[in-house]
């Protein structure tokens, strides 16, 4: 596989631009992928840089209803008219997330979701997409999920209620020698992730886990959501299932990621927007 980060919160080339987000373009098996946007128009005018054709993706798939990886959405159907887009049931919810005292409205343009109705494929459970290319939902949760995950609320009539993230999906994309498990933010943590696409395809050898792992709490802060010793854990635990990368950024934060290098040494790569590898 083939993989090119339009969009992550750092960059590594002045001619690109960076947003609080994530959007990768993948290419597999012959086809070409987009798997989240980003927070805007952004992962476009990268994509130009980069020299990516996003009138040409073949599948497009959103990992879960929060802006900073689908606000792109509309900018993607405005350039690619025919690609469906997979998207769990549900991401068009009432996302929001409690910073200090005040609920933020987090989730998705709903009057995109409704323009381009005709081009969701809503998913709400485990699905085969294309060959070698799956969706999971919903994830076994028998590891800890991230903690900061206890900001993100579901707006139910006057109050707050936490978020189940059964929009969340979890893509899988296998090939000759194994295969990628992609995550957005990591919600539902990205060991069950890993886990439940074992438990999938059984025998099939991890090649890498890519995304973000949700580990900052605050995002003001920049707080720790999980202490060293269960960031240590989660590394080990992606060890355990046979993950031989783990290429992470965006909500995993520095200060985690820190801690997942020393475990992890050179198994360890860190995204940022115009990070380009095979898999
Ligand atoms: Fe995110
Ligand atoms: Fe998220």
Redesign the pocket.
Known sequence: MHLVTLVEDTKGRSDLRNRFGLSLYLQTGGKSLLFDTGQDDTFLANARALGVDISGVDLAMLS?G?Y??GGGLGAFFAVNRATPLFIGKGAGGPHYAKVLWMHKYIGLDRSVLERYGDRMKWVEKDTELAPGIDALTPVKRTMPIPRGNRR?LLKAGDGYVPDPFTHELTFVVREGDGMVVLA??G?SGIVNMVAAAKERFPGVPVKAAVGGF?LIDNPLLKTLGATPGEIRDMAQGLVHLGCQRVITGH?TGKKATGILKEELGDRLEVLHTGYITDI
């Open positions: 879960h929060h900073d990886h993100i957005g933010c919600h949700h909500c």
